[in-house]
């Protein structure tokens, strides 16, 4: 099993920053993708940004420019700094890892974070 814990939420004024951090852990082989989403109230989870093993990342549009992901493949973390924030930018984020492991076989699976609440005030 594999668990991922995510910090780093918070409230914030408009324009304020802020960084949130998933560290993964448990049966890793290695994890090929890691990322985050995000969930407002009433809307449904959209991609915020993801980032593979060989650093190649992508990004929402309505985030391009003031979040950079970044991840320590040494010590299965992602990192999501996050800039310029607006009150739009508010919702649960959620971190996600395809992971690979292995028991007889190697398999692939997605593991998600519990989120962590970001707030940002007008």
């Known amino acids: 099993q594999v668990q991922l814990v995510e910090s780093g939420g918070g409230l914030v004024q408009a324009g304020g920053s802020l960084r949130l951090s998933c560290a993964a852990s448990?049966?890793?082989?290695?994890?090929?993708?890691m990322g985050w989403y995000r969930q407002a109230p009433g809307n449904q989870r959209e991609l915020v940004a993801t980032?593979?093993?060989?650093?190649?990342?992508t990004y929402a549009d309505s985030v391009k420019g003031r979040f950079t992901i970044s991840r320590d493949n040494a010590k299965n973390t992602v990192y999501l700094q996050m800039n310029s924030l607006k009150p739009e930018d508010t919702a649960v984020y959620y971190c996600?890892?395809?992971?690979?492991?292995?028991?007889?076989?190697?398999?692939?699976?997605?593991?998600w974070g519990q989120g962590t609440q970001v707030t940002v005030s007008s």
């Open positions: 996600n890892a395809r992971v690979v492991g292995r028991s007889i076989y190697y398999y692939t699976r997605d593991y």
């Open positions: 448990g049966s890793i082989v290695s994890i090929n993708v």
């Open positions: 980032i593979t093993s060989g650093v190649t990342t």
